[in-house]
């Protein structure tokens, strides 16, 4: 997930099993992405909720191994008041998380930038193009979007084979095809 006040991007990855079901040969398998969008002209609260909401209901009743989240810099803007919107946002989706029961792993701009690039302070549009490459997408919609990818993607690629293995069951558990 990649929050944001106005626009917070999701994404849905599994493992595809690789020759033989082998969960070191899985390759990461896209299932759905999107932005929950609120308005600047709604409550600040109800806004939250909104957020809370949305990620809540995607969560109630799956059997998700874990959610992963862009970690937010402050120093990545200047704008106070906009950063404190951001995190507040970041908030609602922990709590969408905490509520469901699904553990969270953050990952640093710079970190899903080097997973998906190779280079740490890749632009955008670099690793957009990845994640689209990756996934076999046409253009994502939302740098949200995209965004919220490639910390999935990221998350995946950096787990353990034992987590591979438990991503792999519950995708079968929640019949997503491979």
């Known amino acids: 997930m990649d929050p944001g006040i106005a626009q917070t991007g999701w994404g849905i990855l599994t493992l595809q099993p690789g020759r033989g079901g082998k969960a070191h040969e899985c390759s990461v398998r896209h299932v759905d992405h999107g932005v929950i969008t609120t308005r600047a002209s709604v409550p600040l609260p109800a806004r939250l909720l909104n957020i809370f909401t949305k990620v809540r209901g995607m969560l109630y009743g799956e059997d998700y191994l874990f959610a992963a989240v862009e970690e937010y810099m402050i120093g990545q803007n200047p704008n106070a008041k906009s950063a404190a919107l951001v995190l507040q946002a970041k908030g609602a989706m922990l709590a969408a998380c905490g509520a469901a029961n699904i553990k969270v792993r953050a990952y640093t701009p710079g970190a899903i ?5 190779g ?19 046409d253009p994502i919609g939302t740098s949200h979007e995209a965004d919220a990818l490639a910390t999935g993607v990221t998350a995946i690629r950096q787990m353990s084979q034992d987590d591979q293995r438990r991503l792999l069951k519950s995708s079968a558990a929640l019949g997503v095809p491979t």
């Open 119 to 137: 280079k740490g302070n890749a632009k955008k549009d670099d690793v957009r193009f990845a994640v689209q490459a990756l996934l076999g997408l």
């Open 113 to 117: 930038k080097k997973e998906l690039t």
